[in-house]
T-cell receptor, first 111, second 115 residues
Framework: GQNIDQPTEMTATEGAIVQINCTYQTSGFNGLFWYQQHAGEAPTFLSYNVLDGLEEKGRFSSFLSRSKGYSYLLLKELQMKDSASYLCAPEGGAGSYQLTFGKGTKLSVIP | DADVTQTPRNRITKTGKRIMLECSQTKGHDRMYWYRQDPGLGLRLIYYSFDVKDINKGEISDGYSVSRQAQAKFSLSLESAIPNQTALYFC??????????????FGPGTRLTVL
């Protein structure tokens, strides 16, 4: 089975840095996705990690530790438009490419 | 034009009615998925299809059925809608690309209310 844990809500100030953590326990594992979802809208792809370490993409970075079942999403220079839910989604292994989504972390960016 | 489209975008229906939600894609992807999203529960997989002749149940398939009419079309049916099927429904597509996993691309969603 799959178990994914991420904080329900976070609040951060415009211009600051925020780290959203995700721990997971899965029966198989290929890699881990992060998606962004604004209220009432579709999730959109942010990042995919398959190897251990940090992947940087502009203001957003994502980290993965396969041995610890741990990932985080780092958002720098926060902007108001970053207010959204962030979904952690491990990808299954053994030929299964199913994603299992965490419940999401709702980030509120305040002035 | 959007790559993944869903119709209708909003639907209000009554208990016991049959409802069909439709999904079309122009991305040329083989894999298609149906999810529902409920507050506090996140996205949950209902059904998925890896090609036209392949249909698989997801985590919560009871009360739902699907049809893959073509590579580009994947429909979700509620044979007899009940109030706890009130949710936001998303269709998604994917095409495994080396080095990027099986990135899924989502449609805009259908908000379904069952009274």
């Amino acid at each position: 089975g799959q178990n994914i844990d991420q904080p329900t809500e976070m609040t951060a100030t415009e211009g600051a840095i925020v780290q959203i953590n995700c721990t997971y326990q899965t029966s198989g594992f290929n890699g881990l996705f992060w998606y962004q979802q604004h209220a009432g809208e579709a999730p959109t792809f942010l990042s995919y990690n398959v190897l251990d370490g940090l992947e940087e993409k502009g203001r957003f970075s994502s980290f993965l530790s396969r041995s610890k079942g741990y990932s985080y999403l780092l958002l720098k220079e926060l902007q108001m438009k970053d207010s959204a839910s962030y979904l952690c989604a491990p990808e299954g292994g053994a030929g299964s490419y199913q994603l299992t989504f965490g419940k999401g972390t709702k980030l509120s960016v305040i002035p | 034009d959007a790559d993944v489209t869903q119709t209708p975008r909003n639907r209000i229906t009554k208990t016991g009615k049959r409802i069909m939600l439709e999904c079309s894609q122009t991305k040329g992807h083989d894999r298609m998925y149906w999810y529902r999203q409920d507050p506090g529960l996140g996205l949950r997989l209902i059904y998925y299809s890896f090609d036209v002749k392949d249909i698989n149940k997801g985590e919560i398939s009871d009360g739902y059925s699907v049809s893959r009419q073509a590579q580009a079309k994947f429909s979700l049916s509620l044979e007899s809608a009940i109030p706890n099927q009130t949710a936001l429904y998303f269709c998604a597509t994917s095409d495994e690309t080396s080095g990027r996993g099986d990135t899924q691309y989502f449609g805009p969603g259908t908000r379904l209310t069952v009274l």
